[in-house]
């Protein structure tokens, strides 16, 4: 069944880019933008977090997430040449469980798919939008959703 707005955020624990274990739970309190995205480095991915890191200002008070199911260690590389400061998680082992869980893992393809879901300080998922692999998000609408929590 579809995670739906209104829904409980699925917990869940990942590595980051750097090896650390961060889980969602961690974050009670503060609204997260959790960034799901099939492949580091590919073109359409690159220039979305391009622009994510350029507009950071813009989520100021919410916790940026990406996830992909990428090794961490390829996160890592992706994370360094796109100058991000926010956690690339590795949803790589068990492969694609916490993409499973979102309902955006494309298992003919073996990632997810592009979504994101902005979650409250209570967990609870209050926006989503799921796209496509070859489509590019919006991300004003990533910023209107999130001025609509405050």
């Not at 069944?1 to 739970?25: C, N, R, W, Y």
């Not at 989520?59 to 260690?73: I, N, P, Q, W």
């Not at 499973?100 to 409250?120: K, L, M, S």
């Amino acid at each position: 069944m579809a995670l739906a707005v209104g829904d409980p955020a699925p917990d869940f624990t990942l590595k980051s880019q750097h090896g650390e274990d961060i889980s969602l739970a961690s974050f009670r309190g503060t609204p997260v933008v959790l960034v799901f995205f099939p492949f580091a480095f590919s073109g359409i991915c690159s220039s979305e977090f391009a622009e994510f890191r350029d507009r950071m200002r813009e989520f100021d008070g919410a916790e940026v997430l990406a996830v992909s199911c990428d090794h961490f260690y390829a996160n890592r590389a992706f994370a360094d040449a796109q100058q991000l400061e926010f956690s690339v998680l590795s949803d790589f082992w068990p492969h694609g469980e916490v993409s499973r869980a979102y309902d955006i893992f494309n298992a003919d393809v073996g990632v997810a798919e592009r979504g994101t879901f902005v979650i409250d300080g209570e967990g609870i998922v209050r926006w989503k939008v799921e796209q496509g692999i070859g489509e590019a998000r919006d991300l004003g609408a990533y910023r209107e959703a999130l001025q609509s929590l405050v």
